[in-house]
């Protein structure tokens, strides 16, 4: 028998072994695998959020006012009348017309008044008890005591009669409102000037002032 065929089975079984062997040390040499890793690109930051601006509103041009046209007569040097820029008080209605006349009576007349357009406003002269008035329209009248007040620049002939006085002519006093004004006239009659000091709200300061300017009959 030829030996191939005698030793085919330890050939074979040999080759086997060998292959076995060799595909062991293979695998025992081959470096592992590397791990992968996967890099993320850094985040993009977020731009901020604008803030978007509120509509403003239209600005609507502020009118600008008119003159106030003031006839001022009496006891001035040129009685007329005269256009006013506004917030004018009645002095300069008084410089306006040229000042005061000789014999002017201005302890009389509030000169820190505001006018308004259209006023009226007398001067009156030292001694002049009777003050002329001027009639004012239905639609411009007053509709209380402090807008009459308002309408004329002319004060009452002092001393009042504090028994008589209407309330108008007690609210031309100095530190004496509609208020006050009324509660003189519920404490009537008076027998002294000091009684007034029992009215509520009239202190020996607003006594001060106006005692003067009343009287007792």
């Not at 008119?66 to 001022?72: A, E, K, S, T």
């Not at 007040?149 to 008589?164: F, Q, R």
């Not at 029992?198 to 020996?204: R, T």
């Amino acid at each position: 028998m030829h030996w191939w065929e005698r030793e085919r089975s330890t050939i074979l079984l040999g080759l086997f072994n060998l292959l076995v062997v060799g595909g062991l040390v293979f695998l025992l040499r081959r470096p592992p695998p590397s791990s992968v890793e996967l890099v993320l690109p850094p985040p993009t930051p977020t731009p901020p959020a604008t803030a978007t601006p509120a509509p403003t509103a239209t600005q609507v041009p502020t009118p600008t006012p008119g003159p106030l046209r003031v006839y001022i007569c009496g006891a001035v040097r040129s009685p007329d009348v005269y256009a006013l820029p506004a917030g004018s008080i009645v002095r300069d209605a008084l410089m306006a017309a040229g000042g005061p006349a000789e014999g002017a009576d201005l302890t009389r007349v509030n000169l820190a008044r505001e006018v308004h357009d259209q006023d009226y406003i007398y001067i009156p002269v030292k001694g002049e008890t009777s003050i002329p008035t001027v009639a004012v329209p239905a639609a411009a009248t007053p509709t209380s005591a402090a807008a009459a007040k308002e309408a004329s620049a002319v004060m009452p002939a002092y001393p009042l009669d504090i028994n008589s006085a209407a309330l108008e002519e007690l609210e031309t006093l100095p530190g004496i409102g509609p208020v006050l004004a009324q509660r003189i006239i519920d404490h009537r009659p008076y027998v002294s000037l000091e009684e007034l000091l029992n009215v509520p709200g009239i202190g020996p300061a607003t006594y001060e002032k106006i005692k003067d300017k009343l009287v007792v009959r």
